[in-house]
């Protein structure tokens, strides 16, 4: 891969411990997948945040780099393990709450904003069509290449750093206009008429099209909230963190369609629920907001909860981001989802959280919160809003 002359003077050292590693990684990375330069990025967001993925090994892999690592460009985090400031309530243990404020201590050290949402879109890190990003979060990587039409390869969670602290990544994957070019025409004949048939549709195409990018009609109207839970589905359960919408994608309209075709029908839309559901009928844990709730989801929740109770068998988490939390505040919906027994889970979420063992079965409006919700050991019920707070409050899914 093509150095300049800064390049390599970071490369040699020159400007301290973690550029040197940084660019050591990006350099590997760019000559496995054939690189030819490295570009800027405009923005950054780090996957790999919670202790319970982390393990020592990385938080002492942080610290290192942490000594003398400062990020170039606008850098923020993906969820932790924990709400930050209200992990007791939460039921975290104080050790593991101990070891992730180390972990957010060293990640602050390097000047990144401690936003810790997989939805840094609605937050301020909004990147502008066509602009290359560094991005980690696959449901974030989706949606900054097929909703914004800004360029990301999924980054893991070193190279993600290692971009932030150079202010470029390799040219190579999905920031060449050539691997930009849909594979699959996915016609879409079902009707989407609540909330979690996004996702039930984000498992048929990610089931169906694999490795392929699809290029989707059929869709007349699309939220962004549905386009979110969209994008966090599809890229789960299939692997491109790109597709193309057509009139809602920019630039969809000069994209050729491809000629392999695929119909998604009622069917198909069906026969998701039947896969991710299982036979459960208690719950005793809800979980709203899988990626990351948005202040709009929260007004909804609030509504809905208004003068009702959660069952005293079942925990309720709002998985959010602080900002929108705040908003939340302000506005008093957290009042009202708190008065009903309803908790916030600000910083983390269902997935990265230590839950193993805590839960015996969820309901959510998530498809990839019922797929890491199995990780997790939990039976998994995906249905509308009004259905997961249905359950919240009798404690079963009906
Ligand atoms: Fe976000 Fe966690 Fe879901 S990172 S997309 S809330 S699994």
């Not at 945040?49 to 400062?70: I, P």
């Not at 904003?113 to 990147?127: F, M, Q």
């Amino acid at each position: 891969m093509f150095l300049t002359k800064d390049e390599e003077r970071m490369l040699d050292g020159e400007e301290g411990y973690a550029v040197k590693k940084s660019m050591e990684i990006l350099v590997a990375l760019g000559d496995i997948y054939g690189a030819e330069k490295l570009i800027q990025v405009g923005s950054v967001q780090v996957a790999g945040v919670s202790y319970h993925n982390l393990g020592d090994a990385g938080l002492e892999f942080l610290n290192e780099l942490a000594t003398d690592g400062k990020v170039k460009v606008l850098t923020t985090l993906n969820p932790a393990g924990m709400d930050l400031e209200n992990w007791q309530n939460l039921g975290i243990d104080p050790e593991f709450a101990r070891k992730q404020n180390l972990v957010i201590d060293a990640f602050s050290k390097m000047g990144i904003i401690v936003s810790c949402t997989c939805t840094p879109y609605l937050i301020g890190n909004l990147p502008r069509y066509g602009e290359h990003v560094a991005w980690s979060e696959s449901s974030a990587v989706t949606f900054a290449n097929s909703v914004i039409g800004a360029k990301t390869n999924r980054e893991g969670g070193p190279s993600a750093l290692a971009a932030a602290f150079v202010g470029k990544t390799p040219c190579y994957g999905l920031h060449l206009d050539e691997n930009r070019v849909p594979d699959v025409h996915v016609d879409v004949t079902a009707d989407l008429s609540k909330f979690s048939d996004w996702g039930a549709l984000g498992y048929c195409v990610g089931t169906q099209a694999q490795s392929k990018i699809s290029y989707i009609t059929g869709i007349k109207d699309a939220s962004v909230d549905e386009l979110k839970t969209f994008c966090a589905s599809v890229v789960t359960f299939g692997s491109k963190p790109l597709f193309y919408m057509k009139d809602i994608t920019p630039g969809s309209e000069n994209v050729p369609l491809p000629k392999e075709k695929i119909t998604i029908d009622k069917q198909d839309i069906q026969d998701a629920y039947q896969t991710i559901n299982d036979e459960t009928e208690d719950i005793d844990f809800v979980c709203i907001g899988c990626p990351h709730a948005s202040i709009k989801e929260i007004s909804q929740i609030a509504s809905l909860l208004k003068g009702k109770k959660i069952s005293p068998n079942t925990e309720f988490w709002v998985a959010t981001s602080r900002p929108a939390k705040q908003l939340a505040d302000k506005r008093g919906y957290s009042k009202v989802i708190e008065a009903a027994g309803g908790k916030f889970a600000c910083d983390t979420c269902m997935a990265v959280a230590p839950l193993k063992g805590r839960f015996r079965a969820i309901a959510t409006t998530s498809a990839k919160g019922c797929y890491y919700s199995r990780h997790n050991k939990m039976l998994t019920k995906m249905g509308s809003l009004e259905e997961c707070i249905a359950a919240g409050v009798s404690g079963k899914w009906k």
